[in-house]
């Protein structure tokens, strides 16, 4: 399976202040997800991120919000924007794999958010 | 109606005995299956996956499948007390394709 490199790891925000996190891949993917878990609940997809194109957001997300970059087949960022404090929760990435070969959907090691 | 659906739990079994985690999903376009562990703070931990009608083995865990009744489960054989955990059911449409994950089943293995 991939192995994903995701900082930070955590941090804490004040109100009004904007986080970029990213992940590195180990290897070229086709698709990275973004996820976020709010405290005590499942994960909820906020994007998909492509390559060469502008991230598919899910309902209830939106790119000012939420802007992702996918510069290349190994790298992707998201930024939390204007944050608050219902913005804390964890944030995860998460590979796919491509159309011949799936990663079983790995998942980075997540970023705590805590905005104060 | 819930796209993938799974008791929140918790199911509690004693040691040693085997665990029943259940998931229904919605959608029949849906291809890939995989069951995730997660311990509390940590992100989720691959442990099985499924793509065909039946059963799959891998050491203590066993994944089954039944696309008509849409319906996936993961059994846990000779339960320790690290298998408490939250159990998430999640299922895709390829495999290049987003997950859906249920809310998970928060298994505790008592001693």
């Known amino acids: 399976s991939a192995v994903i490199s995701q900082k930070p790891s955590r941090d804490i925000c004040q109100r009004g202040t904007s986080l970029t996190i990213q992940c590195q891949v180990d290897s070229q993917v086709t698709m990275m997800f973004w996820y976020r878990q709010q405290p005590g609940q499942s994960l909820t997809l906020i994007a998909t991120a492509n390559q060469g194109s502008e991230a598919t957001y899910e309902s209830g997300f939106v790119i000012d919000k939420f802007p992702i970059s996918r510069p290349n087949l190994t790298f992707s960022t998201l930024t939390v924007s204007n944050m608050s404090p219902e913005d804390s929760s964890i944030y995860l990435c998460?590979?796919?794999?491509?159309?011949?070969?799936?990663?079983?959907?790995?998942f980075g090691s997540g970023t705590r958010l805590t905005v104060v | 109606q819930k796209e993938v659906e799974q008791n929140s739990g918790p199911l509690s079994v004693p040691e040693g005995a085997i665990a029943s985690l259940n998931c229904t999903y919605s959608?029949?376009?849906?291809?890939?299956f995989f069951w995730y562990r997660q311990y509390s703070g940590k992100s989720p931990e691959l442990i099985m996956s499924?793509?065909?009608?039946g059963d799959k083995e891998d050491g203590r865990f066993t994944a089954q499948l039944n696309k008509a009744s849409q319906y996936v489960s993961l059994l846990i054989r000779d339960s320790q007390p690290s298998d408490s955990a939250t159990y998430l059911c999640?299922?895709?449409?390829?495999?290049?394709?987003?997950?859906?994950f249920g809310t998970g089943t928060r298994l505790q293995v008592t001693l």
């Open positions: 499924i793509y065909s009608n």
């Open positions: 999640a299922v895709s449409t390829g495999t290049a394709s987003k997950l859906t």
């Open positions: 959608d029949r376009g849906s291809q890939s």
């Open positions: 998460s590979v796919g794999g491509t159309a011949s070969r799936s990663y079983g959907y790995t």
